[in-house]
Structure formats: C-alpha cells, structure tokens
C-alpha cells in the first residue's frame, strides 16, 4: 500500500485552494503526472528535497509532495510560468 495515500496528497496539494475557488488535483491521475515528472527529474540529476538515501527517485518525489516541498501547478499558472519560460530564452 502507498504511503501516504492518495487522498492525503490530494489534500496535501489543495490544502492552499481558497473556499469557492477551483482545487488544484481532483483525482489520481493528477498526483500519478506529477510525482512521475518530478521522478524523472530527480533521475536525470536534480536536487533531492527530502533525505531519499536508500529510496528510489518515485518515493522521493511522493515524500517531497506529502511534505509541501514541491508544489502542482494549476493550467493558468503551468500556463503562465511556460510564457515566463520562453520570455527567458
């Protein structure tokens, strides 16, 4: 069993969504996408958040999600930060 569960990090992620205002994630597959990217940049050799000695890159970036170490971004602010991306280059 996966821990925490998904519905913790659910929680975890929308614990800053204001009442009336849209959450974040709403389902599993959202949590799957993130933890999944921020595995891949953990193996291609970015900065662990969290002590992830002896642990695989995916159950670090759950234990950096569950931690509020890493944050999901929503579509205007994914779309925002890619506009500031391609600003920069």
Known sequence: MLHPSYAD?????NSGVEEGEDPVVNSRYSIVMATSKRARQIIAGDEELVDGRGKKALSVAVEELNQGKIKILGEEEQDEQDEETEEEA
């Open 9 to 13: 990090l659910i929680n975890v992620v």
